[in-house]
């Protein structure tokens, strides 16, 4: 069964790092020169075919590719939303859940995930990475949006509250903001070689949600109110070697 989540009014702007919160720009503006910056340093100029998973409507993708015209990439696009798929930039378009790719084994030489794993219970967030790894030949690059191992049960406690239906906008039935030591744990049981890149903490987790919902004054008061404490999210990236 596919996984589909609507995105949120404002999520094609706030995809592209042109939120007005500083959590908005923190957590996806800078995502674009990291992953070039990845790649540059991992990959010679060339031609390679590229995956970009839970890839919406291609607003990452599209900025990503922005900053490496020197490769020439056959892009796949994967996600489980059809509507967004049919406007994605990519060469083609795969209409698959992220944990079960319908791709072939070592049929990918660069896989992008951004933010695709924790929109999925832990368990399946292993699957990924595993399928990942069965998939690609040379590289992958992740980055995650998770909690801070020191106060992850925060994290966790609020935003199973936060997604439970309160805001309605918001309500998920699979998610996880796992750790990036769970992750690595993961890689680890997995063998996959693995560099972590990035890992800080940003600010304001509530804020995105308001901006990228336009939610009323009413869900954005029971947004704060349920973060309060634990209005955070930890952001991390890895460079993923096969």
């Not at 094609?12 to 990845?38: C, D, N, W």
């Not at 790894?133 to 992740?142: D, P, S």
């Not at 191992?149 to 199973?160: F, Y």
């Amino acid at each position: 069964m596919l996984n589909i989540k609507e995105q949120g009014v404002n999520a094609e702007t706030v995809f592209h790092g042109e939120a007005l919160s500083e959590a908005g720009r923190l957590i996806y503006k800078e995502s674009a020169p990291i992953f070039a910056q990845a790649i540059r340093s991992n990959l010679k100029a060339g031609e390679y075919v590229l995956a970009d998973l839970g890839s919406s409507k291609g607003e990452f993708l599209e900025d990503f590719l922005s900053l490496l015209p020197e490769y020439t990439f056959n892009t796949i696009a994967v996600d489980v939303n059809v509507r967004d798929l049919e406007v994605n930039i990519a060469h083609e378009k795969v209409l698959s859940n992220i944990s079960q790719l319908a791709l072939a084994n070592k049929s990918i030489d660069v896989t992008l995930a951004r933010y695709a794993l924790a929109w999925n219970d832990l368990e399946t967030q292993k699957e990924i990475l595993k399928e990942i790894k069965r998939t690609t030949k040379h590289l992958a690059i992740i980055q995650h949006q998770g909690a801070n191992s020191a106060h992850a049960e925060g994290l966790q406690a609020r935003s199973r509250q936060l997604f439970g239906g309160i805001v309605p906008q918001l309500q998920r039935d699979k998610f996880f903001f796992s750790t990036p030591e769970q992750l690595e744990h993961f890689m680890k049981e997995l063998d996959i070689s693995f560099e972590r890149i990035q890992e800080r903490d940003v600010p304001g987790l509530s804020n995105l949600f308001i901006e990228k919902y336009n939610l009323s004054e009413v869900d954005a008061h029971n947004t704060q109110a349920i973060l309060s404490g634990a209005d955070y999210v930890t952001q991390a990236a890895w460079i993923l070697k096969f």
